[in-house]
Structure formats: structure tokens, C-alpha cells
């Protein structure tokens, strides 16, 4: 279990939204942030995360403006 203030979710969320065009719940920004992290600290591979969430919602929401 990792912990994340609420200014990492809003930059993760965010981020993915913009870069990727992806809508995120806070356990999938929450994977997302984490796998980000474990990328900064390998030289070559690829990390994996899923997303499974409905967008519609946080369309709406504080965190995409």
C-alpha cells in the first residue's frame, strides 16, 4: 500500500488526462502514480498498470478543470 496526499492524486489525475486522455478514480491514479514511480528507478524495461474505471463521472468533477 502506498500513501498519496491529495496533490499527488490531483497532479496524477490530471497528468493522465491531459497525456493520455485517460479518466481516472483515485485507486487507479493511485497504480498509475506507483508505476510511475518504479519506472524513475529502473535504466530498461517496461512497467505495467491497469486502469478499470468509468470516465463520465470525473468529467464533471474539481479534478479536471
Not at 4 to 24: C, H, M, P, S
Request: net charge negative; proline share 0%.
Amino acid at each position: 500500500m502506498i500513501e498519496l496526499d491529495e496533490q499527488d492524486v490531483t497532479t496524477t489525475t490530471q497528468r493522465i488526462a491531459k497525456e493520455k486522455g485517460v479518466f481516472a478514480n483515485m485507486s487507479s491514479v493511485g497504480s498509475v502514480f506507483r508505476a510511475l514511480k518504479v519506472a524513475e528507478t529502473i535504466d530498461k524495461g517496461v512497467v505495467v498498470t491497469t486502469i478499470c474505471d468509468l470516465d463520465g463521472w470525473y468529467l464533471s468533477s474539481a479534478l479536471i478543470e
